[in-house]
């Protein structure tokens, strides 16, 4: 699964600068339409000035995101390794929740935690990895549009760093009476995108991103796995 997910992250990834600079030039062009006096001989117009305001508004101010979603963690061999043993990784899963505030139209900052588990049993004994991340990131939305009255849509790139966590778990009580536990941090980052739809402040969210962070745990066949993945997410987000 990690050589198919690697190619289509990379590829996404490479698309974003090219797709960032389309949606900015279609945002640029919608908010001057809606910036344009409207015509009193062109009721069209008319109304496409009147909601402009009202969508400004209601994406002024904090935002708080719930998300969760599966995470397909980076590694060279341990996985491979731990199967070998009877340990059968099945991919892993947890969420995290963000706090930004939109400084100005369509730019936001904010702090986000995150947090994630996989875990591989065989009989008594458990392996588990666990990780958690704080960031600082940055949030630009080069797309916003209304489809329908108090219904709004928009796709934001988001970009940030800071510090990873990372845990391995060994236990196993038949053999050993406490768990063996090694612990691992350093800086990443995190980019991604994320498509909404708002119904007056709450939205629903999806989302991509890839998590670099080079802290990694080590087995003894010398097969490595990080804090760092793939994050695929659904969420909440309410604006205040």
């Known amino acids: 699964m990690k050589r198919v997910l690697a190619p289509a992250a990379i590829f ?5 600068p090219a797709a960032s600079m389309l949606l900015v030039t279609e ?28 969508v400004a508004r209601q994406f002024r101010g904090l935002l708080v995101t719930l998300r969760g979603g599966g995470y397909i963690r980076s590694n060279k061999g341990f996985v491979d390794h731990a199967s ?12 995290g929740i963000e706090a930004s505030y939109e400084v100005v139209p369509r730019l936001s ?52 760093g800071g510090a990873y966590f990372l ?31 708002y119904w007056k402040s709450v939205g629903f969210m999806l989302g991509y991103a890839f998590h670099y962070a080079p802290a990694y745990v080590e087995d003894d066949l010398g097969g490595k796995i990080y804090a760092g993945g793939h994050e695929i997410s659904a969420g909440l987000s309410f604006r205040f």
């Open 12 to 16: 996404a990834l490479a698309a974003l």
């Open 167 to 197: 845990r391995q778990t060994y236990d196993d009580p038949t053999l050993y009476a406490q768990p063996f536990d090694h612990r691992r941090s350093k800086p990443g980052f995190r980019v991604g995108i994320d498509a909404s739809v």
């Open 109 to 160: 900052f904010g702090l986000s935690w995150s947090g994630f588990t996989m875990a591989a049993t065989r009989r008594d004994a458990e392996i588990r990895i666990t990780s958690q991340a704080v960031l600082l990131q940055a949030r630009f939305a080069p797309y916003r549009r209304t489809f329908a009255k108090d219904f709004f849509t928009q796709l934001e790139l988001t970009a940030g």
């Open 27 to 54: 945002a640029a062009r919608a908010d001057e339409t809606a910036g344009e006096e409207p015509s009193s001989t062109s009721p069209k117009t008319e109304q496409t000035g009147s909601h402009a305001p009202e």
């Open 84 to 95: 070998v043993f009877g340990y059968d990784f099945r991919g892993g899963g947890g969420g």
